[in-house]
């Protein structure tokens, strides 16, 4: 969903706006970034309240902007290799997109890892204690 609303306005912004490949990026990075940490919070790891959110704020923060500097020096590194070769923006566009899009796997496989750490409950690092006493004892 986040990725879908990234790719929505990177496609406004670079397509139909006129505005640079970083730019643009960086904006569709950044309006992306809001709908996942709530995903992420409410849905992927069911948090609920105030206890831990300054935590995982701060932890999602790190993350996603390194993340979203590899997003963005990447599709900026895409528009000036593909600049020359294509003078239509319709299809500098789509190459961008692509980009984005591909170079957010890596980097979500790296969040996912760290955040999931973030994220963790109390409950969850007990059970994986209980998990780890039986494997020793098993």
């Known amino acids: 969903m986040a990725t879908g609303i990234s790719q929505l306005v990177l496609f406004a912004l670079y397509g139909w706006g006129g505005m640079g490949a970083t730019a643009a990026s960086a904006v569709a990075f950044a309006v992306g970034a809001v709908p996942h940490f709530v995903m992420i919070r409410w ?54 997109n692509v980009t984005y899009v591909l170079s957010g796997l890596p980097v979500f496989v790296a969040k996912y890892a760290f955040l999931d750490r973030v994220f963790a409950t109390d409950e969850d690092a007990d059970h994986a204690v209980v998990l780890r006493q039986g494997e020793l004892t098993g």
Do not use: C, H, K, M
């Open 43 to 96: 849905w992927a790891w069911g948090q609920r309240g105030l206890p831990r959110l300054t935590r995982q704020v701060v932890g999602y923060i790190v993350v996603t902007v390194l993340g979203g500097l590899v997003s963005v020096l990447l599709t900026t590194l895409a528009d000036w290799l593909v600049a020359p070769l294509l003078a239509d923006r319709a299809a500098r566009t789509l190459v961008l």
